[in-house]
């Protein structure tokens, strides 16, 4: 067991990653970096708030709803020693604690991270919910590669004149709330970003994750460019299930940004249109009584969303939101209440 932990552990460092574009993880690792400079070991406080009002068009029903109210503190206790914590207030409503680590700097270049995070896994699963183009999250980001987890992650940066950033780690796969399971087997995540030219980026990431008996392996690749006023972005997510337990999923988001500058209240005002498709998937933990086998927990649909954005500030600080969804279920396929057409709007406030 201790030998293939090593193995494991080798080849997702020769294999994983660090951060995708702009996440909040890189926002850290500048506040870390700046502080060791600074020796200012005065804790940092952040926060996201997004209200949002959804109007279902085939029920004709419409609902609030406080999306998020996250609060994270980040510092430092030493040189070479940095912490965060974050808490979401009403995550729809419901209390949930995010991240919880510590991380260490023991050389140029490396991390070390231990506790609650979000593990190294895709482009857009990976951003936090300040930093996310549409109200919605796409469906790689929110049914089919969305992973948080307890463990152990180390990252580092080649020190190579080609942007290369790697990270890989180990975790528990039992979830935020049962952290009291000891497991034979541990769960495993890496990714590996890479900046071929200024402002094109390319990601690669591999996942394997056993809730329960049933192991799940996801392969994804994904890439965008920035020039002018486009952000392009395009990902792609293959996910496999041991012992042919369940069909194969396949996964795509693919979406454009166009920001055109504004001079007068807001500062910029943004087009989006995205494309995103999942094909049907079981979380490997929920079975059928009758076959004894895997259910489908999320059916097949593609989805096609249209919006506009208003932002007070260049960055993503105070976002008002206009989106429409369209969804497309083949016959067979369950559709449920909140996977169905409808309007959103929402307004987003980061602290």
């Known amino acids: 067991m201790k030998k293939s932990l090593l193995l494991v552990l080798a ?4 294999a994983g ?107 857009d699963a990976h951003r936090s919910p300040h930093q996310q183009y549409f109200a919605n999250r796409s469906f790689i980001a929110k049914q089919v590669g969305n992973v948080r987890d307890v463990g152990l992650t180390l990252g580092y940066k080649l020190p190579t004149s080609l942007p290369l950033t790697l990270e890989a780690g180990l975790y528990n796969g039992s979830g935020l ?56 972005e395009g990902e792609y997510l293959y996910k496999q299930y041991s012992d042919n337990a369940f069909k194969d999923v396949h996964a795509v988001d693919a979406f454009v940004n166009y920001d055109l500058p504004l001079r007068k209240a807001f500062s910029k005002i943004s087009f989006l249109a995205r494309y995103d498709m999942m094909t049907d998937q079981s979380d490997a933990k929920t079975y059928d009584e009758e076959t004894g086998r895997l259910s489908i927990t999320d059916y097949k649909r593609h989805r096609v969303t249209g919006g506009i954005t208003l932002s007070l500030s260049k960055a993503f ?6 989106n429409y969804e369209k969804y497309f279920y083949p016959e067979g396929s369950i559709a449920k209440e909140s996977e169905q057409d409808k309007i959103v709007l929402e307004l987003m406030v980061r602290f």
């Open 17 to 123: 990653s660090l951060y995708a574009q702009k996440d909040d993880e890189a926002e850290d690792q500048k506040v870390d970096k700046a502080r060791l400079e600074k020796k200012d070991y005065l804790p940092k406080i952040n926060g996201t708030l997004r209200a949002k009002y959804e109007y279902q068009t085939e029920m004709g029903a419409g609902r609030f709803e406080m999306r998020n109210a996250r609060v994270s503190i980040t510092g430092n206790v030493l040189p070479i020693v940095a912490y965060k914590a974050e808490v979401d207030l009403s995550d729809e409503g419901q209390i949930k604690m995010l991240d919880a680590y510590a991380r260490i700097f023991p050389l140029k270049g490396l991390t070390v991270t231990a506790g609650q995070m979000r593990v190294p896994f895709t482009i």
């Open 177 to 232: 709330t049962n952290q009291k399971v000891w497991h034979k087997e541990v769960n495993y995540s890496a990714k590996a970003v890479l900046y071929p030219v200024k402002g094109w980026n390319v990601t690669l990431s591999v996942q394997g994750i056993q809730p329960e008996e049933v192991w799940m392996r996801s392969y994804d690749i994904g890439t965008y460019v920035e020039f002018g006023r486009f952000h392009i």
């Open 11 to 14: 080849a997702l460092l020769s």
């Open 317 to 322: 600080r105070t976002d008002l939101r206009l």
